[in-house]
T-cell receptor
Framework: GAGVSQSPSNKVTEKGKDVELRCDPISGHTALYWYRQSLGQGLEFLIYFQGNSAPDKSGLPSDRFSAERTGGSVSTLTIQRTQQEDSAVYLC???????????????FGEGSRLTVL | AQSVTQLGSHVSVSEGALVLLRCNYSSSVPPYLFWYVQYPNQGLQLLLKYTSAATLVKGINGFEAEFKKSETSFHLTKPSAHMSDAAEYFCAVSGASAGNMLTFGGGTRLMVKP
């Protein structure tokens, strides 16, 4: 597709279950970012990929959170043993910039809304 | 390290009135500054960006912002609000060094009254 695609758009899960969120960036974009948007909060940086490697994963809130990227394209964010405080919209963005400093535009997907009951 | 403060989580204006959304930043390196807009149930869309060229930056939909280094501000303005401007607006800062991420402010929800 032409834009950043995220799935699922909505996910409701029970506390303690694992979830996987997928991001398909714009073709040719080497840099990929995950952000979390909680109710009433701004956007919180989670992790950044350059190609398949993650030079900066400093924003992951706990070891229950992990992410990978394969083939320099699709990325999956996994949350294990979900907690209610994990409820948020998880946004993915990509850019062509090779060095990660986004002097250009980040292109965002529409997000995956996660609700943990 | 960078940070962004957006004054006012909610701003309400009448249609046709001036829009002013405030953003102050902190950065240890020369900053790149951005305004993004998020319409309901959509992703973020770039409105405009400052990357050390002209201090007055014009963006889409009639918005503009002025970089004021002395005030560490990058306020967003539009002379005349339209109903379609109702959305959430995010200010963001990035340092110029490689690997530096966008740091976002808390967002300002703009409401436009008829």
């Amino acid at each position: 597709g032409a834009g950043v695609s995220q799935s699922p758009s909505n996910k409701v899960t029970e506390k303690g279950k694992d979830v996987e969120l997928r991001c398909d960036p714009i073709s040719g974009h080497t840099a990929l970012y995950w952000y979390r948007q909680s109710l009433g909060q701004g956007l919180e940086f989670l992790i950044y990929f350059q190609g398949n490697s993650a030079p900066d994963k400093s924003g992951l809130p706990s070891d229950r959170f992990s992410a990978e990227r394969t083939g320099g394209s699709v990325s999956t964010l996994t949350i294990q043993r979900t907690q209610q405080e994990d409820s948020a919209v998880y946004l993915c963005a990509s850019t062509r910039k090779g060095q990660g400093a986004p002097t250009g535009e980040l292109f965002f997907g529409e997000g995956s809304r996660l609700t943990v009951l | 390290a960078q940070s962004v403060t957006q004054l006012g989580s909610h701003v309400s204006v009448s249609e046709g009135a001036l829009v002013l959304l405030r953003c102050n930043y902190s950065s240890s390196v020369p900053p790149y500054l951005f305004w993004y807009v998020q319409y309901p149930n959509q992703g973020l869309q770039l409105l405009l960006k400052y990357t050390s060229a002209a201090t007055l930056v014009k963006g889409i939909n009639g918005f503009e912002a002025e970089f004021k280094k002395s005030e560490t501000s990058f306020h967003l303005t539009k002379p005349s609000a339209h109903m379609s401007d109702a959305a959430e607006y995010f200010c963001a800062v990035s340092g110029a060094s490689a690997g530096n991420m966008l740091t976002f402010g808390g967002g300002t929800r703009l409401m436009v009254k008829p």
